[in-house]
C-alpha cells in the first residue's frame, strides 16, 4: 500500500490504518505476553493452552512510544530508537502465555524497524 507524501508529511489511508499485518504461511503476527519470560513480537504458529510457539521473533524487552501493549499492536512505536528489541530468532517456544494481541501492518513494520539491541 502506498501512502501519499505532501509538504514533509506522510498520510495513510484512513480504512488501512487498523488492517491485520500480512500472514506468513497462514500465521498472524502477534504480540504475547508471558507470565515470566517477557513480550515478544512474532508470528503465532501453534498455541495449546497457555504454550505457544513464535517464529521469526523479537523479544520486546523495553519499549517507548506506547502507552501499552495494546497501542504497540495498534500503531507500533513511535520512538523506535528508543526501544530495546534484541534480534529476531527463527522460533521460540513459551509457555505460560497470558496475553496475544493481533498486529496491524503498520505497527508490524514499526516493531520491525526498531533498530537490534545488543551489548
Not at 495513510?12 to 504475547?32: M, R, T
Not at 513480550?39 to 517507548?64: H, M, N, P, Q
Request: with cysteine; net charge positive.
Amino acid at each position: 500500500m502506498k501512502n501519499v507524501v505532501i509538504d514533509g508529511v506522510e498520510y495513510v489511508k484512513a480504512d488501512s490504518v487498523n488492517q491485520p499485518a500480512e500472514k506468513l504461511d497462514g500465521f498472524p503476527y502477534v504480540i504475547c505476553r508471558t507470565y515470566s519470560a517477557g513480550v515478544f513480537a512474532g508470528y503465532l504458529k501453534s498455541r495449546s493452552g497457555k504454550e505457544v510457539v513464535l517464529l521469526k521473533t523479537r523479544r520486546i524487552w523495553y519499549w517507548d512510544g506506547a502507552a501499552s501493549l495494546s497501542q504497540l499492536a495498534m500503531t507500533g512505536t513511535s520512538k523506535p530508537d528508543k526501544c530495546k528489541f534484541p534480534c529476531e530468532v527463527e522460533k521460540v517456544e513459551l509457555t505460560e502465555a497470558i496475553e496475544i494481541i493481533e498486529v496491524t501492518e503498520k505497527a508490524k513494520e514499526s516493531i520491525k524497524g526498531v533498530p537490534v539491541w545488543q551489548k
